[in-house]
């Protein structure tokens, strides 16, 4: 939260250069069908490109300690939220007509955000993608963002083609508090973190564009809330984009419109670099495996868990949501993962870190000392259908030219299992809501969405799924890592791992006592 006018001029100096990266690194998507699909470019705050226009003061450095402790701690504050390549038929790409990019913003709490246009005349609002919860709202009659923020207010009365929802219609959820069917319907999410949005649902346009030969604009009405607690979080002072599979969820919403079909996919870039896009439905040489039918949210049962040699049979379900950073396994998994990658790698990890204020993980190990090259086991996880889902960002390193550590980047969960962000790092995830499947194939998240290019990014060996210690050769570039001809570093590393380690860096600084505030 900014407390003075020196932190205030360095946000808004944030502000000014977020718009300038949206007019960087647009793709454009090339197809042909009756289904469109939007998609837009998701980069992470510390990317390389939003770091070499924004600058890196007040920032932690990515691969540092510093950094993936307050992503946990950012986790734990957030994570309440709503919990209680090709496409198959060639569609179109839609994006966000303010441009295709999003950014990651340490100051305000979520992972990713994303600029979306509202309204006539237009107005940008910077939104937390959330793949966890379902409604999308802006700040409407708010009277404090509790930081010193400039971030647009919605006004409905501004808005040449805003309409109000009424108790009536099917997305009103809380019919039960309308007087008669006629009134503004009201809308209210209570978050786990006892904190909460509410306010009424309006209607108006969502400005998109088709990524083709030819642009074109798309103005989809959608129904959204207006935001009208007297004060907003700081995650989320401009709103919250829900990607859920709820009927409020922008998805639903387009798909229900026959805009799009009812799938897209989100892909996770190694330098923080992503993209979105609604209406994709994969390719079909993805991997997949069954949602939880009895589940409103993105949850995949695993069957086996495997850490380098060994397979766990340790069946458990969990929820793939991209509004949390790291990933949270409760007993018998994190038990079960821990265990083993702690019996492979302390051998030649040596001293092991106890976790505390400024290191939340519980398996983290000081190689300094050790002259012998640290071998870290892959981590796979076996879905339900036998499909492997190699884990890329399981490990991370962390260096300050001195001394050097390695994590297990896996938190203890009270209760529901979440498969964060890192664990998604190198994939396109596809959240396929028309097949009730989660598809995923690994991406660099730079190449065209087309069939052209997908023999630019080299396949994932196929094995058994009682063979675990799987070496894939994916890694960003299309570059083999750790070949006999490979320059990269010598490492005893699983393939995944060494490329997420290597991003990570064994040269960014980092902090062993944090106090995380």
């Not at 600029?115 to 793949?131: C, E, H, K, N």
């Not at 998604?424 to 052209?452: A, H």
Request: a negative charge; hydrophobic letters at 35%; one cysteine or more.
């Amino acid at each position: 939260m900014a407390s003075s006018s020196s932190r205030s001029s360095c946000t808004c100096k944030y502000l000014v250069t977020l718009l300038l990266v949206f007019s960087i690194n647009i793709q454009k998507v090339v197809n042909c069908n009756a289904f469109q699909t939007f998609g837009f470019e998701m980069h992470h705050r510390y990317s390389d490109q939003v770091k070499s226009i924004m600058g890196g003061d007040n920032l932690l450095e990515k691969g540092s300690l510093d950094y993936y402790a307050a992503m946990v701690h950012r986790d734990k504050v957030f994570r309440g939220r709503a919990l209680a390549e090709s496409n198959q038929d060639n569609s179109k790409l839609l994006t966000f007509s303010e441009g295709n990019q999003s950014f990651s913003l340490p100051q305000l709490g979520y992972l990713y955000y994303a600029y979306v246009t509202l309204g006539i005349p237009s107005l940008s609002f910077l939104v937390a993608l959330d793949t966890g919860s379902d409604l999308f709202w802006v700040p409407c009659d708010v009277t404090s963002y509790g930081a010193e923020l400039n971030f647009k207010i919605y006004d409905s009365n501004s808005s040449a083609t805003s309409k109000a929802v009424s108790c009536s219609n099917s997305l009103c959820e809380l019919q039960r508090e309308c007087r008669e069917s006629s009134s503004q319907c009201p809308y209210r999410v209570n978050y786990r973190d006892n904190t909460s949005s509410s306010g009424v649902l309006v209607e108006d346009v969502l400005h998109l564009i088709i990524e083709d030969h030819e642009p074109k604009d798309i103005d989809a009405r959608i129904t959204f809330g207006c935001q009208r607690n007297s004060v907003l979080s700081t995650g989320t002072p401009n709103g919250l984009f829900g990607l859920g599979m709820g009927n409020t969820s922008v998805p639903s919403i387009l798909a229900s419109k026959g805009l799009i079909a009812n799938s897209f996919s989100m892909c996770f870039g190694f330098d923080g670099v992503g993209r979105i896009n609604f209406g994709d439905k994969g390719s079909s040489d993805q991997d997949e495996t069954p949602f939880n039918l009895t589940q409103r949210h993105y949850e995949v049962s695993v069957t086996q868990l495997g850490m380098g040699q060994n397979l766990s049979d340790v069946p458990f379900s969990a929820i793939f949501d991209s509004g949390s950073s790291v990933t949270y396994l409760n007993d018998p998994a994190y038990a079960a993962i821990c265990k083993s990658f702690d019996e492979q790698a302390i051998a030649a990890l040596h001293k092991r870190i106890p976790s505390g204020p400024g290191n939340p993980y519980e398996y983290c190990y000081d190689v300094s000392s050790s002259s012998a090259e640290p071998f870290l086991p892959n981590v796979t996880l076996i879905m339900e259908g036998g499909s492997q889902f190699n884990v890329y960002g399981a490990i991370f390193a962390a260096s300050n030219g001195i001394t050097t550590i390695y994590c297990l980047a896996v938190v203890k969960s009270p209760d529901v299992n979440i498969i964060g962000q890192n664990f998604m790092t190198g994939y396109r995830i596809v959240f396929n809501r028309e097949q009730m499947v989660l598809g995923w194939k690994p991406s660099n998240c730079y190449e065209i969405v087309d069939q052209s290019t997908r023999q630019k990014i080299p396949q994932i060996p196929k094995e058994s799924p009682t063979t675990v210690n799987v070496q894939p050769r994916f890694v960003h570039g299309g570059t083999p890592r750790n070949g006999l001809n490979s320059g990269a570093p010598k490492f005893l590393v699983g393939k995944p791992q060494i490329l997420y380690l290597t991003a990570s860096s064994l040269n960014m600084l980092f902090l062993l006592i944090l106090q995380i505030v």
